[in-house]
Nanobody, 127 residues
């Protein structure tokens, strides 16, 4: 099992930047895929970015060119660098991890049933 703890959410002006962190504890060695999802209350959860154990990455079209996902294996930490933030990026951001191999695309990976989730960190972008 793995425990995930997010941090870094904040309120920021449009055009600004934030870096989210997700610290992983437990059996991190066997994780195949990690990623970030976001959800606005009352709306469908959206995959934002994902990274597989081989380093390959996947991004939602809405964040391509603005967000960068990365991981520090030595620190067991996942990051999401968010630049050029827009009000529509406002959401609760969740970190997720999965041991299942095969799918790690932001639109093909669904960790809902078999993955692990953090508690979320709020990002608010004001204009």
């Amino acid at each position: 099992q793995v425990q995930l703890v997010e941090s870094g959410g904040d309120s920021v002006q449009s055009g600004g930047s934030l870096r989210l962190s997700c610290a992983a504890y437990g059996d991190t060695y066997s994780i195949y895929c990690m990623g970030w999802f976001r959800q606005v209350l009352g709306q469908v959860r959206e995959g934002v970015a994902a990274i597989a154990s081989d380093g390959s990455t996947s991004y939602a079209d809405s964040v391509k060119g603005r967000f960068t996902i990365s991981q520090d294996n030595a620190k067991n930490t996942l990051y999401l660098q968010m630049n050029s933030l827009k009000p529509e990026d406002t959401a609760m951001y969740y970190c997720a991890a999965d041991y299942r191999t095969g799918r790690c695309g932001v639109t093909t990976w669904d960790p809902t049933l078999a993955g692990y989730w953090g508690q979320g960190t709020q990002v608010t972008v004001f204009s």
